[in-house]
Every structure is written in structure tokens, then in C-alpha cells.
């Protein structure tokens, strides 16, 4: 099935500097990489997505960059602020397992 | 606020015991899931169904259960259950449950003592 990694584990960045986490997946038939928030107590929220058809795609402050052929996807964080610290998992849905896959999480510390 | 909603929003209980935690999904979605998140893993993916049926099976123990009903409410069933099953239960729903977005509830946090 499936394998998604996700690294760092942590992160610390001063407020005002960019984050970047990396993912991997290993399922060439994997389509569609979401990226989810986790505020302590709360449920994951989606917080920007990608479909394998796309390269790129930005939000505001967040961006999403996807390279197919390396199976790899990474989420980038502009201009930090405190409120972004959080723990962020990325995920992959395999149309070969007919479900996601989640990485194992980052936590986000942005130091003001 | 992702309109899944996860009753009840604690619970604790005893080894050997069995526990039900139920999911509503947002209005329109037809297909939940559940997960499974403990303290040092990610989200670990248990089951999916998508208007009653069953649609898609992970890592789920066979101590536990789940079903959808004709409402789509869904609800997890866990049983003989074990000091490690204390962990942050999370539905979630979409559309159709395939490659779309996912809305998550606020979780069920389980202790078992």
C-alpha cells in the first residue's frame, strides 16, 4: 500500500521567517495530497490541497509544490506568525487503497 | 467549526469494557471515516463508509466496529477494550469518498484506565 513520510518531526522558525516540511509518498497511483492543521484539541483542518495534475498552488502565505515524478510534495509558510504554530500533517489519497494516507506530523513552533 | 460533529468529547472507562462513539457528518457528505490518533503517531486510518455501506477497511482491530445508518450518522464501536486503545478518535466526512476534501470533527479523546 501506500507510504507517506513526512519530515521534520519538528520545526522551530523565528516569527517572520518561512517554514517548509516535506512529504514522500510511494504509490504512483496516489492523486490528490491535502494538507491539514492540528490545533491542540482540535480536530485536523484542511488548510490547502493539490491534485497531480498541478504543480503548484498558493493561498495567501501557504503554498503547496508537488513533484510527480520524484514523489514528493512539500508545503512552504511565508512571513510566519505565532498563530501558525500548530502541528500539520500532510496525506495522500491512493486510488489503489481507496483511502488516505497521513503522515506522521510536524510540529510548528513559531518563536515571536 | 467543520459541522462533523463527535460525541461525547471525553470518555473514560475501564479495561475490558466497550464504548460507542458516534459521528455525524456534515450536511450533504455521505461518506465518514474514522481514525485513530495516539500520542506519538499520526493519524491512523480505521474505516470508511459511504451511504451505509462499508466502502474501505484499514488499520482496525477486530475488537472494533463501526456502522453507518440510514441517517449517516455512523458509530464506532470499541470493545474488551485495552489500556492501549486510549488514543484521540477522529470522524471525518466528504461528498462521495473519493479524492476529496475531508471535514474533521473535534475528536473523541478515550482513556482507559
Known amino acids: 500500500g501506500e507510504n507517506v513520510e513526512q519530515h521534520p518531526s519538528t520545526l522551530s522558525v523565528q516569527e517572520g521567517d518561512s517554514a517548509v516540511i516535506k512529504c514522500t509518498y510511494s504509490?504512483?497511483?496516489?492523486?490528490?495530497f491535502p494538507w491539514y492543521k492540528q490545533e491542540l484539541g482540535k480536530g485536523p483542518q484542511l488548510i490547502i490541497d493539490?491534485?497531480?495534475?498541478?504543480g503548484e498552488k498558493k493561498d495567501q502565505r501557504i503554498a503547496v509544490t508537488l513533484n510527480k515524478t520524484a514523489k514528493h510534495f512539500s508545503l512552504h509558510i511565508t512571513e510566519t506568525q505565532p498563530e501558525d504554530s500548530a502541528v500539520y500533517f500532510c496525506?495522500?489519497?491512493?486510488?489503489?487503497?481507496?483511502?488516505?494516507?497521513f503522515g506522521t506530523g510536524t510540529s510548528l513552533t513559531v518563536i515571536p | 467549526d467543520s459541522g462533523v460533529t463527535q460525541t461525547p468529547k471525553h470518555l473514560i472507562t475501564a479495561t475490558g469494557q466497550r464504548v460507542t462513539l458516534r459521528c455525524s457528518p456534515r450536511?450533504?457528505?455521505?461518506?465518514v471515516y474514522w481514525y485513530q490518533q495516539s500520542l506519538d503517531q499520526g493519524l491512523q486510518f480505521l474505516i470508511q463508509?459511504?451511504?451505509?455501506?462499508?466502502?474501505a477497511k484499514g488499520n482496525i482491530l477486530e475488537r472494533f466496529s463501526a456502522q453507518q445508518f440510514p441517517d449517516l450518522h455512523s458509530e464506532l464501536n470499541l470493545s474488551s477494550l485495552e489500556l492501549g486503545d486510549s488514543a484521540l478518535y477522529f470522524c471525518?466526512?466528504?461528498?462521495?469518498?473519493?479524492?476529496?476534501?475531508?471535514?474533521f470533527g473535534p475528536g473523541t479523546r478515550l482513556l482507559v484506565l
Open positions: 463508509y459511504y451511504n451505509g455501506e462499508e466502502r
Open positions: 504509490d504512483s497511483a496516489s492523486n490528490y
Open positions: 471525518a466526512s466528504s461528498v462521495d469518498g473519493t479524492e476529496e476534501i475531508q471535514y
Open positions: 493539490i491534485r497531480s495534475n498541478v
Open positions: 450536511s450533504g457528505d455521505l461518506s
Open positions: 496525506a495522500a489519497f491512493s486510488n489503489t487503497g481507496n483511502q488516505f494516507y
